[in-house]
């Protein structure tokens, strides 16, 4: 299974960064944290991004956009403990 994980959460978009991770099966029903923990390893594992804008798994959350009509996309929040192939 491939995910696709944006974080957009700055308002300089050169810091906005998306990541395209293959789930290894296991990963699938387990908790939706390791996923964060992946993209959060991988994204201050990039110089230009990890030195100035370090990310804190701790300190963030997992969402999905739900569909909406026109531009608005309202996010649903995902629980650190959500089973990883319920959920996405």
């Known amino acids: 299974m491939k995910v696709f994980l944006h974080y957009q959460d700055n ?20 908790p ?4 964060l923990r992946q993209f959060v ?6 110089e230009k991004l990890g030195s100035v804008n370090p990310l804190d ?5 997992l969402a999905m956009r739900e569909d909406g009509t026109g531009e608005c996309h309202a ?10 192939i319920e959920t996405i």
């Open 41 to 46: 390893e991988a994204y201050n594992g990039i």
């Open 11 to 30: 308002d300089d978009t050169s810091l906005h960064k998306t990541l395209k991770i293959t789930l290894p099966k296991s990963w699938k029903n387990g």
């Open 32 to 35: 939706s944290s390791k996923l």
């Open 75 to 84: 996010l649903v929040i995902i629980a650190s403990d959500a089973i990883t």
């Open 57 to 61: 798994d701790a300190q963030m959350h």
